[in-house]
Nanobody, 125 residues
């Protein structure tokens, strides 16, 4: 189990960029696949991206393909979600999550056992 804290959210205009960070409280992030999810009001939690424990495998939802990227720096106990060309439809609370299961489970939120508190991303038109 690891405690995760997201940061980097805020208000941006359409077409702008944000980088979200997911920091671990202990030096154990290298054990974890890190997933990114988002949830807008009235909508279900949506998978956004994931990266395997070593960074060798990544996954992106089709809705963010070509605009978002995921990376990690295990030495700094931090994972990142780079969001470019943001659209109003991207507005949501973004969460990072960790799991020690196989990467094939990355899009399934039920497979994650550690979650951050969320950070708000608002994109204005």
């Amino acid at each position: 189990q690891v405690t995760l804290v997201e940061s980097g959210g805020g208000l941006v205009q359409a077409g702008g960029s944000l980088r979200l960070s997911c920091a671990a409280s202990v030096r154990a992030l290298f054990y974890y696949t890190v997933g990114w999810f988002r949830q807008a009001p009235g909508k279900q939690r949506e998978f956004v991206a994931a990266i395997s424990s070593t960074g060798g495998n990544t996954a992106l939802a089709g809705s963010v393909q070509g605009r978002f990227s995921v990376s990690r720096d295990n030495a700094k106990n931090t994972a990142y979600l780079q969001m470019n060309n943001l659209k109003p439809e991207d507005s949501a609370v973004y969460y990072c999550a960790g799991q020690t299961r196989q990467f094939e489970y990355a899009p399934d939120p039920n497979k994650y056992n550690s979650w951050g508190q969320g950070t708000q991303v608002t994109v204005s038109s």
